[in-house]
């Protein structure tokens, strides 16, 4: 199991910006994915975006498409999260996510077996 510490969560006015980050705690990374799942109050976690940490394949969830973006640095055991054009419905704590299988849009979960601690992003109107 992966050890992920995020960080980069806050408040931030309607149409700003913020950059997520998510320390992989292992000496190396090399298989699978990592990404970005969200929860918002009374709502289920869903999945936000992830990228293949060999190829750098990204999957993004259509409700933040043109508005975020995820990379990652190899060398730093990192992904990221750069939001911009933020709106109030990004409202949501955001939980930074890994596993082996991979992470795509259609991903459980319940599935997932490493988690970060969860950021909040409050978007204020």
């Known amino acids: 199991q992966v050890q992920l510490v995020e960080s980069g969560g806050g408040l931030v006015q309607a149409g700003g910006s913020l950059r997520l980050s998510c320390v992989a705690s292992v000496r190396s990374f090399s298989g699978g994915a990592m990404g970005w799942f969200r929860q918002a109050p009374g709502k289920e976690r869903e999945f936000v975006a992830s990228i293949n940490w060999r190829f750098g394949v990204t999957w993004l969830a259509n409700s933040v498409k043109g508005r975020f973006t995820i990379s990652r640095d190899n060398a730093k055991n990192t992904v990221y999260l750069q939001m911009s054009s933020l709106k109030s419905e990004d409202t949501a704590v955001y939980y930074c996510?890994?596993?082996?299988?991979?992470?795509?849009?259609?991903?459980?979960?319940?599935?997932?077996?490493?988690w970060g601690q969860g950021t909040q992003v409050t978007v204020s109107s």
């Open positions: 996510a890994a596993s082996p299988g991979g992470l795509s849009p259609s991903s459980r979960p319940s599935e997932i077996g490493s």
